[in-house]
């Protein structure tokens, strides 16, 4: 019976560290995608004002 309480705990806590894992990527992924995005109308507006 504790072999059994033991393996469900194991399998909520690996299922907890990959949302968490892929929850941090996507942050990641979209933090980069804003970079570049702002860097680009940064990049635009400079060559317009001249």
């Known amino acids: 019976m ?3 309480a033991e393996l469900v705990e ?3 806590t690996l ?3 990959i ?3 892929v ?3 996507v942050f990641l992924i979209g ?3 804003s970079l570049v995005v702002g860097y680009q ?3 635009r ?3 317009t004002e001249t």
């Open 45 to 47: 507006l400079l060559g």
């Open 15 to 17: 299922i907890g560290r």
């Open 31 to 33: 933090s980069l995608i």
């Open 19 to 21: 949302f968490t894992f």
């Open 23 to 25: 929850g941090s990527g």
């Open 41 to 43: 109308t940064y990049t």
């Open 10 to 12: 194991a399998k909520n």
């Open 2 to 4: 504790n072999n059994n």
